[in-house]
């Protein structure tokens, strides 16, 4: 018989998960390997953070999602989900087969909690860029995805409803500065194997990635 986890416990998972991954990706350091992933340890057990074969994490007995995870692909490539910005700058994430799918059903429950949630996004195979905590804030079944947002602040974003000029710009700058910015930077130190392409420098920490021209009209501004 499988003993629920209590909301206490679940609670618990989360903050471990979170610590851990604040001392484990520093500066220096912020990719994280999927093995170890799968070796995190919680309270003298191993409870992997991402699930070995779907995207979406929900460990046995508790009731809501605790991680996300978007698969890398190469510029080439199509992902098998295609998590995309919207049209309001918020980020939304796809379903996984059956909207019913106990998965899926853990999505709205996170948002019905108001649960924080680990996103780890693929940069190269197996190694992952964590973003957390990432809160829920809508389920849009017409389109078999829920929308996710980076900041704390837009935690309680109406989305039935159109947002404002300044909510919309607010949400684009967070998604360049919080995510897409990390997720460049990271794909291309990892693809130069950790050192500068001028002048061969290999400490990670001095080291940044840019686009020779600016990529987006506002690129520039941030």
Known sequence: MITPI?????????????????????????VIRRDELLRFQFEGRTLPLIDNRLGIRKPRGMVAALSILTTYTSDSARAQYDDTVGPDSILRYKFQGDPR?????????????????LWFYGIQQSLYLPFFPVWIVAIEPELSQ????????????????????????????????????????????EAYQTRCAICHLRHRSLLDAAHIEPFSPGFAEL
């Open 101 to 117: 799918h106990y998965t899926n059903t853990s999505l709205r429950k996170a948002l019905e909690l108001q649960v924080p949630l």
């Open 146 to 189: 829920v929308a996710v947002v980076l900041d704390e602040a837009q935690r309680h974003l109406e989305l039935d409803r159109p947002i404002s000029l300044v909510e919309r710009h607010y949400a684009e700058r967070i998604t360049k500065q919080r995510l897409h910015q990390p997720i460049f930077r990271q794909r291309v130190i």
């Open 6 to 30: 209590s909301d206490d416990l679940d609670s618990r998972v989360r903050a471990a998960a979170m610590s851990w991954l604040r001392q484990r990706c520093t500066a220096a350091n912020p």
